[in-house]
């Protein structure tokens, strides 16, 4: 199942659409936990790692049992190092977790969408994934799997300070929040930085999915909460639904008034992305994701006829390390063989041309 998913284009769950997924890509969720009395991986003993394996292992029948999917066990160790570097590129795994090093499994559902790691950060992160803005299906899917958690291991949980994690920030609920966003409207009206502003009033701030704060590569952020102690989950939720929803109508907004007020501007930098995307010869990556961003609001305007899956592959097969998977001669430069597969993937996702 892990080696099959590592080399497909789309996962899974990114085959059905999502909630407002014109301008949301998904929704994550990271829950954190920990034995109680067992350090924390990075101080543990090989004994203490060991027992933390065999918690998680305790584990595998309950998660089987929760009607979502098979779990597949996997040793990071076992992984060789180009489908550690994929996983950790598909973002199947962290790059914590993608480090060799004693006791590091992998718990993976069937459909890549929901995971145990153990052993990473912490001895327990639960991750879950969904499509679009639904960070409620993405928390109730963590949420059971810590369930069961609860019910076949002791977790480090303080009265006072709440579940205890090996980072103080994420101490409390051990709640991580992230949304991807497309705003490419918002870089072009130049008003990303007023609109992230805003948020941190509510406890989130924002990065970059390809890049850092300062630049706009691929025009694909990440939101994410910024305190997890003295703030209950359900608060967390709350304001991770009223961040992303004021970002996604912003965002709808300056879509609106680039096609009304510069419209001939506003297409023929689409069109001529796409002429790029299905002629170019040499590609790298960051042009790519540039590219690949005008293609993915060209799909979400109605400019080309074609499934958002497309964006989802094509993101995918830019990557460095996906490239060194699939290239068909060595000899070739990855730009050549990043712009082959780009063009060769329009060729198959758009069923009309402009």
């Not at 284009?9 to 920990?34: C, F, H, K, M, Y």
């Not at 059971?144 to 994690?165: I, M, P």
């Not at 909460?225 to 907004?253: F, K």
Request: hydrophobic share 40%; charged share 30%; with cysteine.
């Amino acid at each position: 199942m892990f080696n099959e998913y590592i080399r497909s284009l789309v996962l899974p769950w990114q085959e059905s659409r999502g909630t407002d997924d014109d301008v949301v890509l998904d929704s994550r969720i990271r829950l954190a936990r920990n034995l109680k009395d067992r350090a924390f991986p990075e101080r543990a003993s090989a004994e203490d790692k060991a027992i933390v394996c065999e918690a998680a292992r305790a584990c595998l029948s309950g998660l089987n049992e929760l009607g979502k999917g098979e779990y597949e066990e996997l040793s990071v160790n076992d992984m060789n190092d180009e489908n550690r570097e994929l996983a950790a590129a598909r973002r199947i795994i962290t790059p914590t977790l993608a480090k060799k090093g004693e006791g590091k499994l992998l718990f993976l559902r069937q459909d890549a969408a929901t995971s145990l790691a153990v052993n990473e950060t912490d001895h327990f992160v639960i991750n879950t994934i969904v499509s679009g803005s639904n960070v409620r299906r993405a928390a109730s899917e963590a949420f059971a799997v810590d369930n069961v958690l609860e019910g076949q291991t002791e977790l480090a949980f303080h009265e006072e300070f709440g579940y205890l994690t090996s980072m103080p920030a994420m101490t409390g609920t051990g709640l991580f929040i992230g949304v991807s966003l497309h705003l490419p409207g918002l870089i072009a009206a130049k008003k990303l930085r007023r609109v992230m502003q805003g948020i941190t009033k509510f406890g989130f701030g924002f990065s970059g999915v390809y890049s850092g704060r300062s630049t706009h590569v691929g025009n694909v952020f990440r939101v994410v909460n910024q305190m997890t102690l003295g703030i209950s989950e359900e608060d967390l939720l709350e304001r991770a639904e009223t961040v992303v929803g004021h970002i996604v109508r912003e965002e709808r907004e300056c879509r609106r008034a680039l096609r009304a007020e510069k419209s001939d501007l506003f297409l023929d930098r689409l069109y001529r992305s796409y002429g790029v995307l299905t002629q170019a010869r040499l590609m790298e990556q960051e042009e790519a994701l540039n590219l690949l961003s005008d293609f993915r609001l060209a799909v979400t305007s109605g400019l080309l006829d074609s499934d958002l899956q497309a964006y989802a592959a094509m993101v995918t097969a830019v990557d460095s390390a996906y490239i060194s998977l699939r290239r068909f001669n060595d000899e070739d430069p990855e730009e050549k063989e990043r712009a082959r597969l780009l063009r060769s993937l329009i060729k198959k996702y758009v069923r009309r041309e402009p």
